[in-house]
């Protein structure tokens, strides 16, 4: 289905990747200028997110991820896929443009109103590298002509996508949360690493981990000190606010809590915990955890752990870092549009 040959596609992307390693003064101005328009998308997290898909568009990764559709590739027509972007962390939506446009399809584009400055600028930078994508993309107020319909957002926006896109092949994604398992090995450099899956993006993201599993008895101790260096997010006035304010509804609930003045722990069975704040649960039998989260695995975006030895998890600091080929909610959105 491509438009062109999968060596020229990767060459194409990976030059993009380039691009992005080392920002124009133009991008550095969208950089800097980010947070007015977002006050969540600080200087220091928009360029990571940038260097992020910068790193992921390497020929090294950009090969590996597309040779898993090898004997999928066709020539059929392309079609026509609308997009519904988030807005939650800066260039959130950007790897399903990427699987569009590396598809063969032409993109609808329905920017989130809090994250409409970097893609453009990013697809501008792509159309100089290869004029081929120009006509490959098109931003939108409203779909209305489209093949199919991937879509982000809540729990109650999915409702509202289900109704008007559900008799459309499509993707529709929830909210959902990412976990950390402890099991009291962990030393401070791991809880420190644990701390990018917390804090990055202010904790906005579905994969920053909103709740801790502990064995019985576990102390919050080492914890507390092994994420101390984050301290200086509580300076974010957005943060404190949403702090003061949590904190405050768990003092008048009467609710027990740990806290540290930028962060509280509460005992909850729930996965979704408000900024600033992590729920954390008790756990007595690993298996039995392990066949819990399979079970409720709709709910979980990811799961992390010291080295990744918890089942199928992720190491600590590496929530933040998806490959290529980390499809949001599991579902394989290159293969959704190979299929098509």
Known sequence: MPHTSINDTVKTFASLGKVLFNPSDELNSLINS??????????DYTKEAILAIARSLSEENLSKWLSAYTDKWSQSDAKTVGLILAGNIPLVGFHDILCVLI???????????????LIPYILKELIKINPIYADKFEFIERLNVFDAVIA??????????DHYFGKYPHI?????????????????EDFNQLGKDIFWYFGLGCRNVSKLYVPNGYSFIKFFE????????????KYANNFDYNLTLLMMNRIKYYENNFL????????????SSLHYEFYEDEAALKQRLKDDAEQIQCVVSKGGSFGNSLPFGKAQQPELWDYADGVDTMEFLLEM
């Open 34 to 43: 980010a947070e007015h328009y977002n006050t969540w998308f600080t200087p």
């Open 103 to 117: 598809s063969g399809h032409k993109a609808l584009i329905k920017l989130s109103s809090q994250d409409n400055k």
């Open 152 to 161: 982000t957002g809540s729990n109650n926006s999915s409702r509202y996508f």
């Open 172 to 188: 529709i994604r929830k909210n959902r949360n990412s976990v950390a398992v402890l099991t009291g090995n962990e030393t401070p």
């Open 226 to 237: 092994g994420i101390e260096s984050y301290k200086p997010i509580i300076y974010h006035n």
């Open 264 to 275: 509280m722990l509460s005992e909850n069975a729930g996965y979704a915990s408000p900024i």
